[in-house]
């Protein structure tokens, strides 16, 4: 894909070829999970419908266009399978924070071939030596979604600090697919397909120019900036970021009750023959979901919009308001993690066999809740703290 290819291309059309994939997904989505990875047609679906490029700059030819279209995209895919969402989030916001590194690591990566992909794994548990030139690197990583699919990774870690200086240096490295190894070790109960297995680094050596500082990322003042100069590179890192892992969330919500609705429209009762459509409580149960699925989407266009309008302007957003953002982010996942739970309970014996589709959205938004970024603990006490004048403690934002 080229930039001429990209010329026109809309919001409504990225949605649309979405949508146009969903009945592949769902078809696929039992055997994603038993292989406890995508398929390489799904990867290449993705890479033909111009989706791992939404946030990748027009110069490497990206669509570079809003977070907003991106996670539209991200909730018809979750929809039909959460596991298939789960990589395309974590894997195609690498595009944008790769425009965020000297411009020397983006000529590393899509040099010869723009369409490559970069897993990740941001815990900062790496090793990390100063040697001339930069870095050397060791460490394992654990929960690298949709790493078999691609050739470099991002790993987190802090670089010890300058000589009089204490302050934590925290970056993402950039490392090539020859300089680590993956362990299969993804056997888990929910997001089983999205192949999230350990990076092994043995002492590999990562030239300063393909690390990013997280300050930078937190300042909206990367190295990447002065060639990729738009609005949308003016974000701050931890917003982006944290709504690629919460926003499947939303799309899981809104499948699961597809998935309640089918299952209350086929349903009589074995005792009264009611149907289920005019049970009470599922009438209750879908019509608070709908609602609730309504308004975490409108948060999310919402404060996005107010995102872009700051970088717009050239302005960084308030530390207020980006705590705030923060903290909806989390827990938009709680709140679908509720409305999943309710469908689940409401659909009554049949949700617990393994062939029905509340199973699979069950366990995976259970598993989505799990990631350290969707846990609301600390970003509400942090969100409360503000609200009462005290000071920011998260600078993740």
């Not at 266009?65 to 929809?79: G, H, K, L, R």
């Not at 050596?205 to 930078?216: G, I, N, S, W």
């Not at 872009?308 to 709680?334: H, L, N, Q, T, Y």
């Amino acid at each position: 894909m080229n930039a001429e290819a990209n010329e026109g291309i809309t919001r409504e059309a990225l949605v649309e070829r979405a949508r146009a994939l969903a009945p592949a997904l769902r078809a696929r989505a039992e055997a994603t999970g038993a292989a406890r990875r995508l398929s390489v047609e799904t990867i290449q679906d993705f890479q033909d419908a111009g989706f791992f490029r939404i946030l990748q700059p027009a110069r490497w030819g990206g669509l570079e266009m809003d977070p907003a279209t991106f996670f539209a995209v991200q909730i018809e895919v979750a929809a039909a399978c959460p596991s298939t969402a789960w990589v395309l989030g974590v894997v195609a916001v690498h595009a944008w924070q790769l425009a965020l590194f000297d411009p020397q690591a983006q000529e590393d990566v899509w040099g010869q071939d723009s369409s490559t992909l970069i897993s990740s794994s941001y815990m900062p548990v790496g090793q990390v030596e100063r040697v001339e030139g930069g870095f050397k690197l060791s460490g394992r990583w654990g929960v690298s979604s949709g790493s078999d699919h691609c050739r470099w990774a991002f790993l987190g870690a802090f670089v010890p600090p300058e000589p009089g200086s204490k302050a934590p240096d925290m970056r993402t490295f950039l490392v090539p697919r020859a300089d680590y190894v993956l362990d299969d070790t993804w056997h888990v109960s929910g997001l089983r397909g999205t192949g999230s297995n350990d990076v092994v680094v043995q002492g590999a050596f990562v030239p300063e120019h393909r690390t990013h500082r997280f300050k930078d990322g937190f300042l909206c003042e990367s190295p990447g900036n002065a060639l990729n100069s738009g609005p949308l590179y003016k974000i701050p890192f931890g917003q982006l970021f944290v709504r690629s892992v919460s926003t499947p969330s939303i799309g899981m919500a809104l499948g699961a009750l597809e998935a309640f609705r089918e299952v209350m429209r086929e349903r009589v009762s074995r005792a009264d023959g009611g149907k289920g459509i005019d049970d009470p409580v599922g009438q209750r149960v879908a019509a608070e979901a709908e609602a609730t699925v309504d308004a975490a989407r409108l948060v999310l266009e919402r404060n996005f919009a107010r995102m872009m309008a700051c970088a717009r302007r050239g302005e960084v957003p308030s530390i207020d308001d980006r705590v705030k953002w923060r903290f909806e982010s989390s827990a938009a996942v709680g709140q679908c993690v509720e409305v999943v739970n309710a469908l689940f309970a409401a659909g009554g014996s049949r949700s617990i066999f393994l062939d029905s589709p509340m199973q699979r959205y069950f366990q995976d938004i259970h598993a989505c809740r799990a990631h350290y970024a969707n846990n609301p603990d600390k970003p509400s006490r942090n969100y409360g703290k503000v609200l009462f004048g005290q000071r920011n403690e998260d600078f993740f934002i």
